[in-house]
């Protein structure tokens, strides 16, 4: 496939041209507007090196962004492959970026059931055990990173669709006490650093949001510290909550004292593409941006990469792609500007409010 690439002249006049995301997010009080990338050899589409500098220069200096998260680097399978043994390569080159443009640095993901090293599951622990594990392999991670970090998605993805546990070695060994254990740990390594609940369908009200509402009380119960909960919020673009039920959503958990992020936005749709779904993706993006920047204790928004030939959607859901903001040969696409639309819009409000619904301007 050719793959479009901006001239020079054009690539140079990027940053005057196209820094606005960020600049309106804080504009509507979020802290952050931020898109995840990935080290080069871990970006999701091979052939595409070529892009490289246009890519960087969006990502790291055009003023787009002022927040990443590392998309696979930090997770278990690359941080310690085998017991006690780590490696931080990866992770690194995008801790390192991000330290060195001053952005803001989501870590992720300390205690999930994927992307694990396979040694993990290869044993049946005992409780004491897997604890030990846990506890090595937050300590040595967080330890790493300690200081640099905004927040920790510390545990990724506990739950079912019905609110209930997942199967996982850890829930299966230690209940929920694993969930206990790893906010327990991951607070002793780094205190200043935010830890958060992080999963994917609380963008909308019903039991998997009750399930995590029930995450933040258990810990909060027990005098474990968490400070927010991630809403990943992969979405379709044919399928989307309204922003009353992302309101209604994110509410859930503000109103429990915890900050609340959109930590991996994305909205798919089927191929191929036409004008009416484009538009329904858009609106997609305008609801929930528009929400979190509407409700007080919604700090930031992440996408989950912004160019579309590096987002894990083609190879995980077939027929469904372009979920991004910028199209293979870095045209934007009109979901870029009803997010621009969504963040200038509460730009416009009084202040952010724990539920207030105005309507989205086009």
Known sequence: MRVATLSTALLAALPLASAELDKWAKKAGLKYFGAATDSPGQRERAGYEAVYPQYDEIMWESGEFHQTTPTNGMKWLFTEPQRGVYNFTEGEIVASRAN?????????????????????????WTKDEL????????????????????????????????????????????????????????HETDPNAKLYYNDYNLEYPGAKV????????????????????????????????????????????????VEVALT??????????TPALLAKQS????????ACAQVKGCIGVTIWDFYDPFSWVPATFAGQGLPLLWYANFTKHPAYYGVLAALKNATGACSKTHKRSIPLLD
């Not at 510290?225 to 909550?241: C, F, K, M, N, Y």
């Open 283 to 290: 609106q997609g993006y305008k609801n929930i941006v528009g």
């Open 131 to 186: 604890k030990t594990i846990i506890h090595d392999h937050i300590t040595n991670v967080m330890g790493h990173w300690k200081g640099r970090c905004y927040a920790w998605d510390v545990v990724n993805e506990a739950l079912n669709e019905d609110g209930t546990y997942r199967s996982s070695v850890f829930y299966d060994t230690l209940g929920e006490d694993f969930i206990k254990y790893a906010f327990q740990v991951a």
């Open 210 to 257: 009750s399930g995590a509402a029930r995450i933040v009380s258990m810990l909060q119960n027990a005098g474990i510290h968490i400070d927010g909960v991630g809403l990943q919020s992969h979405l379709t673009a044919e399928g989307h909550p309204t922003i009353d039920q992302h309101i209604d959503a994110i509410s859930t958990f503000t109103r429990l004292g």
């Open 264 to 273: 991996e936005l994305d909205v798919r749709l089927t191929l191929p593409a």
């Open 100 to 124: 060195a443009e001053r952005y803001v640095l989501r870590c992720h993901a300390l205690v999930w059931h994927s992307q694990l090293a396979p040694w993990v599951t290869a044993t049946n």
